[in-house]
């Protein structure tokens, strides 16, 4: 394909090419458009909805960052009336996702990520809690030399 870039890249002398405005142009216009959730349908009628998610919100702001599996077993030991299933309660996050009253964040555990529901990103709970599980990365190693020296 002559859109892919193979004719358009600059070799350098390592032999590997430059990303040129072509395959830029294939690599933005190749992914998948984000959901729009404000057009997500909580499958009740509105003010039900909304009693619904006040009470969510209330579960997520009392218990800290909750996965969506700890959210719904907390949801159920609180007596959360009006859901009917896990899935019913997964559309009414996205739901209130997409109404800007929760907010989902990435917490890498190993080599896979856990995704954390919040109440508000200004929580200082929030923060403390990304502060703490952040992963310190060691930029230099030190050298042998170094130890050597200070011995």
């Keep these: 394909m002559w859109f892919g870039g193979g004719a358009?890249?600059?070799?350098?002398?390592?032999?590997?090419?430059?990303?040129?405005?072509?395959?830029?142009?294939?690599?933005?216009?190749?992914?998948?458009r984000a959901e729009n959730l404000r057009k997500i349908n909580p499958k009740v009628s509105f003010p039900e909805a909304n009693s619904i998610a006040r009470d969510l919100y209330d579960v997520v702001k009392q218990h800290g960052p909750l996965t969506i599996s700890n959210t719904w077993v907390q949801a159920k030991d609180s007596g959360l009336s009006g859901l009917n299933s896990k899935t019913h309660m997964k559309i009414m996050?996205?739901?209130?996702?997409?109404?800007?009253?929760?907010?989902?964040?990435?917490?890498?555990?190993?080599?896979?990520?856990k995704f954390l529901l919040c109440s508000l990103p200004e929580d200082p709970e929030v923060t403390e809690f990304r502060t703490s599980s952040a992963v310190k990365v060691q930029n230099r190693k030190p050298s042998v030399k170094r130890k050597k020296q200070k011995k």
């Design 8 to 32: 358009f890249r600059a070799s350098t002398s390592t032999g590997s090419g430059l990303i040129t405005s072509a395959t830029a142009f294939v690599r933005h216009f190749s992914r998948k």
């Design 93 to 113: 996050l996205k739901w209130m996702r997409g109404r800007k009253m929760l907010k989902l964040f990435p917490n890498q555990v190993g080599s896979t990520k």
